[in-house]
DNA sequence: TATAAAGCCTCCTGCGACTGGAAGGTCAAG
DNA sequence: CTTGACCTTCCAGTCGCAGGAGGCTTTATA
């Protein structure tokens, strides 16, 4: 199967599917005339890498879970590990952001927003309001 | 004001000063050694562009920030939609890293997580759900 | 059979926003 | 006069690809 036959199969872009070979994630086999050729395991495989990407795995985080994905021997143990660290990660993302959220909601409706350039979003990030004080 | 002095002035690492200098957000004099000197408007503009980046305005809302800062003229109303436009994207980043959190939260949940090589998350990403049903 | 189009290959560059480091100039203190 | 701190410029690397150039091979059509 070649690269565009993957692409298809398994919804990564060619181009990402070569840049997984660079780094080492998935090496396929192939032809004589040099073309890549993908094997109905490699497509699994790179569909995994897509799901595993979309769930916001680093690409680190992904060769690992590539690992414990083709090991028989694997302990379930081993992925939720995985599994748990990205969580706290993507909730520690997720609190970043609301604190964010919060001062951004807060500046955005005390600003009246029409033609006086009086606007207490610029004097917060001008630093007027611990100037003031 | 030597660049190492702005640097504790403004809480900005010296290479992100110079950084912001490269890219034409802040260019300041120099002295004729062609030592870099900032004054204390200078270190008043370092600290805006600090805590506009630590809000998550990107370099470029971060240039037009400033355009609107040195401008006695502006309409709060302009910086009123840069905050709100960017509020939004926060807002967007939050749904998205909800959604990945439930589905991360459900699948690290559903795995016993022992010495076993059976793992919902493994098996979620190499798709077998949608194998099986 | 000739040719055009599609698909494949490798290699290089660029994105955003810095960060680290090398090689070298300048300045104040001992 | 030398040491060390501080400054300069420039180059490379980060992460995860995407875009494009230039050149094969294969396939489809006239």
Sequence with gaps: MHIG???????????TIRYYEDIGL??????QNGYRDYG???VHK????????????????????MSLYGDR???????KALAHTHLHRIEAKIAELEGLRGVLAHLVDACHGDARPDCPILDD???LLEGQA
Aim: proline share 4%; with cysteine.
């Design 5 to 15: 036959a993957a692409e298809q199969a398994s919804g990564l872009p060619a181009k």
């Design 26 to 31: 998935l090496i396929p086999a192939r032809q």
């Design 40 to 42: 109905r395991t490699d």
């Design 46 to 65: 790179l569909a995994f890498l897509k799901r595993a990407r979309g769930l916001g795995f680093s690409i680190e985080d992904c060769r690992a879970l």
């Design 73 to 79: 021997n694997r302990a379930s143990a081993d992925g």
């Design 125 to 127: 990030l001008a630093g």
